[in-house]
């Protein structure tokens, strides 16, 4: 018997993306792709609709063990606008990650990240690397266990 709490009811104006940052604490590509499989009528995941049950298996990210910075190329105080860079970006065909933070006295943040390092010196390297090619004014090395995960009230 599988759990109840690994399914979701979907309610009007949800993301899926939204959704999986409620239950994994990130949101990414691989992440994604998973829940996607694991529910065959979800053909888009930018578009689910009111009344789904969407089923969110345990995801075993085997990257989040060994490697844990990233480089910050952006931060929002809103969802959706950190959602549209994190799937601009994805497209793009960036490794990309969406990760909720919370900041003392400037609340809730959301945080997009690019590419998963094992140490900081790879982080930086790939950060001067986007630097240089002018493709972002601002790339830094992250800590990801500094990272405050958090969950989204609605």
Do not use: C
């Not at 998973?34 to 979800?42: G, H, L, R, T």
């Not at 609709?49 to 190329?73: C, M, Q, R, Y």
């Not at 606008?81 to 990309?96: N, P, R, T, W």
């Amino acid at each position: 018997m599988i759990p109840q709490d690994r399914y979701v009811t979907v309610k009007e104006n949800d993301w899926l993306s939204e959704i999986v940052l409620k239950r994994y604490g990130k949101v990414s590509e691989p992440i994604l792709s998973f829940v996607k499989k694991s529910n065959p009528e979800i053909k888009n995941v930018n578009h689910i609709e009111a009344g789904w049950k969407v089923f969110l298996p345990e995801f075993n990210d085997t990257h989040s063990k060994n490697e844990l910075f990233s480089v910050h190329i952006a931060s929002f105080r809103e969802f959706t606008d950190a959602y549209a860079l994190f799937s601009h970006m994805a497209k793009e065909g960036y490794e990309v990650y969406l990760i909720p933070v919370s900041i003392s006295n400037k609340g809730h943040w959301y945080r997009v990240t690019l590419g998963r390092f094992k140490d900081e010196k790879g982080a930086m390297q790939y950060a001067g690397k986007l630097l240089a090619a002018h493709k972002f004014q601002y790339a830094m090395p992250l800590h990801i266990a500094e990272s405050e995960a958090m969950e989204i009230e609605r």
